[in-house]
T-cell receptor
């Protein structure tokens, strides 16, 4: 089975701190994604990466950056944390299928981040 | 851009009964995938069922089945013989068939199964 591991289940940080959320997958997937989940809003895509050192903005990239130095690891960075970034953060990964055959995403357990 | 709408924020059903969760979507794509994901309380998001738009046959996975109406852009999930373990948030999601494999999610439906 695919294993997507997020480094922290719960995290509490202070306003203005630089925050790193780490995600590791063990199935050699090319694609990795970061979402935030808020009540009543569903999941919204922050950033994704389709290869090492490659990144693309999602729907809500403001205030975030990402890093993918190795294929198995995708980091989400809050450059200067603010209270409106308090949320559940979900990491996912997927395999790049043959052309014309996108594959389902597999999710980690999520990190519940509180910014005080 | 794609949009996914789940019009039922909450639903409830009794054990052993059948429940249907609604999902509609909007897209200009002709070929795509649709998914239902389940997120139990405080637990991992897992894939329930997947439908490819070019397949007319509705997908089925054990007690879970879909009613896919491409012309109406509708993709409902039917859960038969509901179990307490089906209590979860259910998300409908859209993915293009080609290109970046990003998901567009609906806002979710919270399903509560009671004894």
């Amino acid at each position: 089975d695919v294993k997507v591991t997020q480094s922290s289940r719960y995290l509490v940080k202070r306003t203005g701190e630089k925050v790193f959320l780490e995600c590791v997958q063990d199935m050699d997937h090319e694609n990795m994604f970061w979402y935030r989940q808020d009540p009543g809003l569903g999941l919204r895509l922050i950033y994704f990466s389709y290869d090492v050192k490659m990144k693309e903005k999602g729907d809500i990239p403001e205030g975030y950056s990402v890093s993918r130095e190795k294929k198995e690891r995708f980091s989400l960075i809050l450059e200067s944390a603010s209270t409106n970034q308090t949320s559940m953060y979900l990491c996912a990964s997927s395999l790049s299928g043959p052309r014309g055959s996108n594959q389902p995403q597999h999710f980690g357990d999520g990190t519940r981040l509180s910014i005080l | 851009a794609q949009t996914v709408t789940q019009s039922q924020p909450e639903m409830s059903v009794q054990e052993a009964e059948t429940v249907t969760l609604s999902c509609t979507y909007d897209t200009s794509e002709n070929n795509y995938y649709l998914f239902w994901y389940k997120q139990p309380p405080s637990r991992q998001m897992i894939l329930v069922i997947r439908q490819e738009a070019y397949k007319q046959q509705n997908a089925t996975e054990n007690r879970f089945s879909v009613n896919f109406q491409k012309a109406a852009k509708s993709f409902s999930l039917k859960i038969s013989d509901s179990q307490l373990g089906d209590t979860a948030m259910y998300f409908c999601a859209f993915m293009k068939h080609e290109g970046y494999s990003t998901l567009t999610f609906g806002k979710g439906t919270m399903l509560l199964v009671s004894p």
